[in-house]
C-alpha cells in the first residue's frame, strides 16, 4: 500500500482500514474508535534497508520445514530459541509471548531430567501450566518429544567429534 511517505489519500485509507481492523477484533463501534483517534505514524518496514522488514517471513513450504527444527532445544538443552518468527502465530506478539511460554516448559521439562531422582520433587511444570495457563500452540507431549530428540540427535552428535 505505501512505501516510504503516503500521499494524504494512503494515509487515510490505511488509518480506515486499521480502524475497522480493531473495531472488528475488538468488537467495538468503529465510530468511537475514530472519535478517540489522535495519530499515527505510518512506516513502511519492509522498506527500510537497515530493518528489511519486521517480522519473519517464509517462503513457500519453509514454515513447515523448519518450524520443528528452529522450535527444538540446543546445545544439550541449555539454548532456546523464542520470538514472533518461532511460532505458529508469526508476525503478532501473540506469537512472541506464544513461543515464549513454549520456551519456558522447554526449560522445566529440561530441568525436570536433569533434576530427576536429586530429591527435586517440587512440579515446576504443573505449577507453570496452571498458573500461566500458556498457549503452547502444539501438545505439550510434543514438546517434550522434541526435547528428548534434540537431546539424543546431540549427544549422538557430540559424540561423534569426541
Not at 503478532?92 to 530427576?116: D, I, K, M, P, Y
Not at 503452547?136 to 537431546?151: G, H, R, Y
Amino acid at each position: 500500500m505505501m512505501h516510504g511517505p503516503g500521499s494524504a489519500e494512503e494515509e487515510e485509507r490505511l488509518k480506515q482500514i486499521k480502524l475497522e481492523d480493531l473495531a472488528y477484533v475488538h468488537k467495538i463501534p468503529l465510530k468511537k474508535l475514530a472519535d478517540e483517534f489522535e495519530y499515527m505514524f505510518a512506516f513502511d518496514w519492509s522498506s527500510n534497508p537497515l530493518s528489511m522488514g519486521a517480522f519473519g517471513l517464509f517462503g513457500p513450504s519453509q514454515f513447515r520445514e523448519f518450524y520443528r527444527h528452529v522450535t527444538r532445544p540446543a546445545a544439550r538443552g541449555q539454548m532456546y530459541f523464542v520470538g514472533e518468527t518461532f511460532s505458529t502465530t508469526h508476525r503478532w506478539v501473540a506469537g512472541a509471548l506464544n513461543s515464549a511460554e513454549r520456551g519456558v516448559l522447554q526449560l522445566l521439562q529440561h530441568h525436570r531430567l536433569a533434576t530427576h531422582n536429586k530429591g527435586h520433587e517440587e512440579d515446576y511444570i504443573e505449577k507453570f501450566l496452571q498458573k500461566w495457563k500458556p498457549d503452547l500452540e502444539v501438545p505439550k507431549e510434543a514438546i517434550f518429544k522434541q526435547l528428548v530428540a534434540s537431546l539424543v540427535i546431540q549427544h549422538d552428535e557430540f559424540d561423534k567429534h569426541q
